[in-house]
Protein backbone atom coordinates (compact mmCIF):
# COMPACT_ATOMS: atom_id res chain seq x y z
CA UNK A 1 0.00 0.00 0.00
CA UNK A 2 1.67 3.62 -1.08
CA UNK A 3 0.88 6.94 1.36
CA UNK A 4 -0.66 8.13 -1.86
CA UNK A 5 -3.24 5.14 -2.00
CA UNK A 6 -3.85 5.78 2.24
CA UNK A 7 -4.52 9.42 1.77
CA UNK A 8 -7.25 9.01 -1.24
CA UNK A 9 -8.82 5.87 0.63
CA UNK A 10 -8.96 8.43 3.53
CA UNK A 11 -9.96 11.49 2.15
CA UNK A 12 -13.10 9.56 0.57
CA UNK A 13 -14.17 8.09 3.33
CA UNK A 14 -14.12 11.23 4.97
CA UNK A 15 -16.64 12.79 2.57
CA UNK A 16 -19.20 9.59 2.41
CA UNK A 17 -22.93 10.92 3.42
CA UNK A 18 -24.23 8.07 5.75
CA UNK A 19 -27.81 9.42 5.48
CA UNK A 20 -28.05 10.23 2.14
CA UNK A 21 -28.91 7.37 -0.30
CA UNK A 22 -30.78 5.50 -3.55
CA UNK A 23 -33.39 3.11 -3.84
CA UNK A 24 -34.07 2.02 -7.59
CA UNK A 25 -37.69 0.52 -7.80
CA UNK A 26 -36.58 -2.33 -10.52
CA UNK A 27 -34.39 -0.32 -12.77
CA UNK A 28 -33.58 -3.50 -14.73
CA UNK A 29 -31.01 -2.35 -17.54
CA UNK A 30 -27.60 -2.87 -16.31
CA UNK A 31 -25.86 0.22 -17.69
CA UNK A 32 -28.19 2.20 -16.43
CA UNK A 33 -28.05 0.41 -12.18
CA UNK A 34 -24.46 0.79 -13.04
CA UNK A 35 -24.31 4.95 -13.98
CA UNK A 36 -26.61 5.24 -10.63
CA UNK A 37 -24.31 3.44 -8.84
CA UNK A 38 -21.05 5.26 -10.34
CA UNK A 39 -23.01 8.52 -9.94
CA UNK A 40 -23.76 7.76 -6.08
CA UNK A 41 -20.25 7.00 -5.32
CA UNK A 42 -19.30 10.34 -6.95
CA UNK A 43 -21.36 12.34 -4.51
CA UNK A 44 -20.20 10.26 -1.66
CA UNK A 45 -23.26 7.75 -0.88
CA UNK A 46 -22.26 4.82 -0.11
CA UNK A 47 -24.50 2.64 0.05
CA UNK A 48 -27.33 2.23 -2.12
CA UNK A 49 -30.74 -0.10 -2.55
CA UNK A 50 -32.75 -1.65 -4.52
CA UNK A 51 -35.89 -3.48 -5.29
CA UNK A 52 -34.47 -5.92 -8.14
CA UNK A 53 -36.99 -6.65 -11.05
CA UNK A 54 -35.81 -10.54 -10.93
CA UNK A 55 -33.84 -12.80 -8.36
CA UNK A 56 -30.76 -11.13 -9.62
CA UNK A 57 -29.43 -7.55 -10.17
CA UNK A 58 -27.24 -7.44 -12.71
CA UNK A 59 -24.93 -3.91 -12.80
CA UNK A 60 -22.61 -3.52 -15.81
CA UNK A 61 -18.92 -3.59 -15.38
CA UNK A 62 -17.89 -1.04 -17.99
CA UNK A 63 -19.48 1.79 -16.57
CA UNK A 64 -18.79 0.90 -12.99
CA UNK A 65 -15.48 1.09 -13.45
CA UNK A 66 -15.25 -0.89 -9.92
CA UNK A 67 -18.12 1.32 -8.34
CA UNK A 68 -19.68 -1.51 -6.97
CA UNK A 69 -16.64 -2.30 -4.88
CA UNK A 70 -16.74 1.11 -3.05
CA UNK A 71 -20.99 1.26 -2.82
CA UNK A 72 -22.71 -1.29 -1.36
CA UNK A 73 -26.07 -1.71 -3.10
CA UNK A 74 -28.91 -4.04 -1.00
CA UNK A 75 -31.89 -5.42 -2.67
CA UNK A 76 -35.36 -5.67 -1.19
CA UNK A 77 -38.45 -8.08 -2.38
CA UNK A 78 -40.63 -5.15 -2.63
CA UNK A 79 -41.21 -1.53 -1.87
CA UNK A 80 -42.81 -2.35 1.70
CA UNK A 81 -39.72 -4.10 2.72
CA UNK A 82 -36.99 -1.52 1.30
CA UNK A 83 -39.39 1.31 3.42
CA UNK A 84 -39.14 -0.46 6.52
CA UNK A 85 -34.95 -0.02 6.67
CA UNK A 86 -34.99 3.20 5.24
CA UNK A 87 -37.86 4.94 7.56
CA UNK A 88 -36.25 2.74 10.72
CA UNK A 89 -32.40 4.99 9.83
CA UNK A 90 -34.75 8.31 10.06
CA UNK A 91 -35.03 9.36 5.94
CA UNK A 92 -37.82 10.96 3.95
CA UNK A 93 -38.69 8.77 0.60
CA UNK A 94 -38.60 11.37 -2.40
CA UNK A 95 -39.63 9.95 -5.60
CA UNK A 96 -38.90 10.62 -8.94
CA UNK A 97 -42.62 11.48 -10.59
CA UNK A 98 -45.12 13.20 -12.16
CA UNK A 99 -47.82 13.30 -10.28
CA UNK A 100 -50.50 16.44 -8.95
CA UNK A 101 -48.09 17.01 -5.79
CA UNK A 102 -45.56 16.79 -7.23
CA UNK A 103 -43.03 19.90 -6.78
CA UNK A 104 -39.48 21.12 -8.31
CA UNK A 105 -36.98 18.57 -7.35
CA UNK A 106 -34.54 21.84 -6.35
CA UNK A 107 -37.52 22.35 -3.26
CA UNK A 108 -36.49 19.72 -1.13
CA UNK A 109 -34.60 20.13 1.76
CA UNK A 110 -31.64 17.13 1.28
CA UNK A 111 -29.48 18.13 3.81
CA UNK A 112 -32.05 16.37 5.53
CA UNK A 113 -31.73 12.70 5.89
CA UNK A 114 -33.00 11.36 2.31
CA UNK A 115 -33.73 8.62 0.03
CA UNK A 116 -33.82 9.67 -3.56
CA UNK A 117 -36.10 6.79 -4.98
CA UNK A 118 -36.04 6.47 -9.02
CA UNK A 119 -38.26 4.01 -11.39
CA UNK A 120 -37.97 1.48 -13.74
CA UNK A 121 -36.75 2.84 -17.54
CA UNK A 122 -40.06 2.50 -19.20
CA UNK A 123 -42.92 2.88 -16.37
CA UNK A 124 -41.14 4.23 -13.87
CA UNK A 125 -41.68 3.82 -9.78
CA UNK A 126 -44.42 1.84 -8.96
CA UNK A 127 -48.19 2.75 -7.87
CA UNK A 128 -47.24 1.23 -4.54
CA UNK A 129 -43.63 2.93 -4.25
CA UNK A 130 -45.30 6.32 -5.57
CA UNK A 131 -47.69 6.05 -2.36
CA UNK A 132 -44.85 4.84 0.22
CA UNK A 133 -42.97 8.38 -1.00
CA UNK A 134 -43.63 11.68 1.28
CA UNK A 135 -42.68 13.81 -1.62
CA UNK A 136 -42.75 13.27 -5.55
CA UNK A 137 -39.94 15.43 -7.32
CA UNK A 138 -39.83 16.00 -11.05
CA UNK A 139 -37.35 18.08 -13.23
CA UNK A 140 -38.52 20.63 -15.57
CA UNK A 141 -38.58 19.65 -18.95
CA UNK A 142 -38.83 22.76 -21.54
CA UNK A 143 -38.10 20.34 -24.81
CA UNK A 144 -40.02 18.05 -27.22
CA UNK A 145 -38.84 14.79 -25.08
CA UNK A 146 -40.92 14.28 -21.97
CA UNK A 147 -38.64 12.93 -19.94
CA UNK A 148 -34.70 11.48 -19.27
CA UNK A 149 -32.83 8.78 -19.11
CA UNK A 150 -33.26 7.14 -15.42
CA UNK A 151 -29.60 7.54 -14.24
CA UNK A 152 -29.35 11.38 -15.61
CA UNK A 153 -32.31 12.13 -13.75
CA UNK A 154 -30.91 10.35 -10.88
CA UNK A 155 -27.33 12.33 -11.07
CA UNK A 156 -29.50 15.54 -11.49
CA UNK A 157 -31.57 14.93 -8.23
CA UNK A 158 -28.51 13.85 -6.34
CA UNK A 159 -25.83 16.57 -7.29
CA UNK A 160 -28.44 19.24 -6.25
CA UNK A 161 -28.08 16.77 -2.92
CA UNK A 162 -24.44 17.35 -3.09
CA UNK A 163 -24.81 21.44 -3.76
CA UNK A 164 -27.53 21.72 -0.73
CA UNK A 165 -24.77 19.54 1.96
CA UNK A 166 -21.52 21.01 0.83
CA UNK A 167 -23.41 24.59 1.35
CA UNK A 168 -24.11 23.67 4.62
CA UNK A 169 -20.71 21.69 4.95
CA UNK A 170 -21.73 18.01 5.55
CA UNK A 171 -18.63 17.62 3.51
CA UNK A 172 -16.35 19.44 5.73
CA UNK A 173 -17.05 17.00 8.56
CA UNK A 174 -16.94 13.53 9.15
CA UNK A 175 -20.29 11.77 8.97
CA UNK A 176 -19.31 8.46 9.03
CA UNK A 177 -19.25 6.97 12.73
CA UNK A 178 -15.84 5.17 13.60
CA UNK A 179 -16.88 1.57 13.22
CA UNK A 180 -18.11 2.10 10.15
CA UNK A 181 -15.32 4.04 9.02
CA UNK A 182 -12.51 1.80 10.37
CA UNK A 183 -14.64 -1.29 8.86
CA UNK A 184 -14.73 0.56 5.57
CA UNK A 185 -10.82 1.68 5.72
CA UNK A 186 -9.97 -1.60 6.29
CA UNK A 187 -11.81 -3.40 3.64
CA UNK A 188 -10.57 -0.71 1.23
CA UNK A 189 -6.72 -0.73 1.49
CA UNK A 190 -6.43 -4.26 2.38
CA UNK A 191 -9.02 -6.45 0.56
CA UNK A 192 -7.46 -9.50 1.11
CA UNK A 193 -6.43 -9.80 4.08
CA UNK A 194 -10.49 -8.61 5.03
CA UNK A 195 -11.64 -11.72 2.56
CA UNK A 196 -9.45 -14.31 4.59
CA UNK A 197 -11.00 -12.27 8.01
CA UNK A 198 -14.51 -12.92 6.58
CA UNK A 199 -13.69 -16.33 5.48
CA UNK A 200 -12.70 -17.76 8.99
CA UNK A 201 -14.95 -15.75 10.78
CA UNK A 202 -12.22 -13.08 12.19
CA UNK A 203 -12.04 -9.84 13.53
CA UNK A 204 -10.28 -7.15 11.38
CA UNK A 205 -6.91 -6.30 12.92
CA UNK A 206 -6.51 -2.83 13.99
CA UNK A 207 -4.85 -0.47 11.55
CA UNK A 208 -1.68 1.99 12.33
CA UNK A 209 -2.09 5.79 12.03
CA UNK A 210 -0.75 5.28 8.30
CA UNK A 211 -3.32 2.84 7.50
CA UNK A 212 -0.82 -0.26 7.94
CA UNK A 213 -1.92 -3.64 9.58
CA UNK A 214 -1.35 -3.62 13.30
CA UNK A 215 -0.58 -8.07 12.76
CA UNK A 216 -1.29 -9.91 9.73
CA UNK A 217 -4.36 -12.60 10.78
CA UNK A 218 -2.91 -15.66 9.39
CA UNK A 219 0.42 -13.76 8.29
CA UNK A 220 -0.83 -13.64 4.93
CA UNK A 221 1.66 -12.83 2.45
CA UNK A 222 -0.39 -10.59 0.43
CA UNK A 223 0.61 -7.54 -1.49
CA UNK A 224 -2.22 -5.51 -1.53
CA UNK A 225 -3.00 -3.55 -5.10
CA UNK A 226 -5.38 -1.16 -6.54
CA UNK A 227 -8.51 -2.37 -7.70
CA UNK A 228 -8.92 -1.70 -11.69
CA UNK A 229 -6.62 1.36 -10.93
CA UNK A 230 -9.15 3.39 -8.79
CA UNK A 231 -8.46 4.79 -5.58
Not at 27 to 36: E, Q, Y
Not at 151 to 174: C, H, N, P
Not at 182 to 199: D, F, G, I, N
Amino acid sequence: MTPERYAKVKAVLNKRQKDLTVLMDEVNKPHNLAAIVRTCDAVGVGHAHAIAPSKRLRLGNNTTSGSTKWVRVDTHPDIDAAAKVLRAQGMQLVCTQLSDRSVDFREIDYTKPTCIIVGAEKFGVSEATAAAADHHVIIPMDGMVQSLNVSVATAIVLYEAERQRREKGFYDSLQLDDELYQKLMTEWLHPRVSAYCQKHGLPYPPLKVDGELAHNPGELEVEEKPDDGEY
